[in-house]
């Protein structure tokens, strides 16, 4: 160990569940860099009460501050602050949350806070225009964005600091998952969402799949709610191959890694710009040959080592049908996939980097 990094806060999202059986990207990129620094044991992770949450050592349940008149973010925050003011830590991270930044920033000014965005500044209440991620940038220690695209957004208009404005994506423990023999399986893992892509894939795999009877497919994830009028339509599309195509809804983590390990091409067809794309990097770490749109981080992920398509039926259904007819190919994506996710993204290297700067 270098220097005593401090106490460390890391502050969730409000809505971020930090649960066995709730989660999302946010908390398992926070969950994988602080089981991997060397500072975890005087780190504490805050975030809303769950039933189980994933690591109870490091997790503290927030009451919010609520009132009437207040947002409920500015309830959570005002709740925070109230948590860290009994003793006040060195670093404070505030995941995807400006107007948090902004208040734990002035309520601790001899701490070093640090705002994180996973998702477009542009688009975030407290960050959306210049002079907001001006401010942003002159009072943060660091600013942290899960990609390239991401750390665009943030500097664009930003005169000043952009020297402070650093990347660190989502990493990933890539030791957790071994490919395992693949199968003549396609995956996809998200949101049954406009944004993701998931009509133009099913409409892909309707024409395609008549031509593969030895593939099979599963698109796992939940639509927005039950019975979503987008959800129908998805299912109309597949309904011609409805046999050979799988629809659990949610499932745990570990479940999604196990198919992963087992699945020979995944699909990631997201529509709108994603800020990072934690799926297709969980689907290249388990050795899939990846197949994603080329929209916003999710060419920094893939590199040479996938195939980049635009989200329409048509180029997925020829990009599908060539990599499942050129198992050469395929097993050279494979190989690739995998290798890139333990060379650039693994976390280990990534947690090392956070833990040098917070010795600093």
């Not at 989502?170 to 996809?188: H, M, N, Q, S």
Request: aromatic share 6%; glycine share 8%; charged share 25%.
């Amino acid at each position: 160990m270098t220097a005593d990094a401090g106490r460390i806060a890391i502050v969730l999202p409000r809505k971020e569940a930090f649960a066995r059986d709730r989660f999302g990207a946010i908390a398992l990129t926070v969950e994988a860099y602080v089981r991997h620094s060397r500072f975890r044991d005087r780190t504490e992770i805050l975030g809303m009460a769950v039933a189980a949450p994933r690591d109870p050592a490091m997790f503290r349940a927030i009451a919010p501050q609520d009132a009437w008149w207040r947002r409920r973010n500015l309830g959570f925050a005002l709740g925070c602050a109230a948590y860290l003011s009994k003793a006040p830590p060195r670093h404070i991270d505030v995941h995807n949350r400006a107007e948090t930044f902004l208040l734990l920033a002035e309520r601790f000014p001899d701490a070093a806070v640090s705002p994180w965005f996973h998702n477009d500044p542009q688009g975030m209440r407290g960050a959306a225009t210049p002079a907001a991620r001006q401010r942003i940038a002159d009072r943060a220690h660091r600013v942290i964005c899960v990609s390239e695209w991401v750390r665009g957004r943030f500097l664009d208009g930003v005169a000043r600091r952009a020297e402070r404005v650093v990347v660190l994506p989502e990493g990933f423990d890539t030791e957790t998952v071994t490919p395992a023999a693949k199968e003549k399986r396609i995956l996809y893992v998200g949101r049954i969402a406009p944004e993701k892509g998931v009509l133009p894939l099913a409409q892909a795999l309707a024409q395609i799949l008549p031509a593969l009877p030895d593939w099979r497919t599963a698109l796992i994830g939940a639509g927005r709610k039950p019975g979503d009028d987008y959800g129908r339509r998805v299912g109309a599309a597949l309904a011609p191959v409805a046999d050979r195509v799988a629809l659990p809804g949610f499932l745990t983590h570990e479940r999604i890694m196990a198919e992963f390990a087992g699945a020979a091409i995944a699909i990631v067809p997201s529509v709108w710009p994603e800020p990072f794309g934690r799926t297709a990097m969980e689907a290249m770490a388990a050795g899939c040959a990846i197949i994603a749109s080329p929209r916003g981080g999710l060419p920094d992920i893939v590199g040479d080592a996938g195939l980049l398509v635009e989200p329409e039926a048509a180029p997925l259904a020829t990009a599908i049908l060539a990599l499942a007819r050129d198992e050469a190919q395929r097993a050279e994506l494979q190989r690739r996939a995998r290798q890139r996710m333990v060379a650039a993204f693994d976390i280990r290297r990534w947690a090392a980097l956070l833990d040098d700067g917070r010795a600093q």
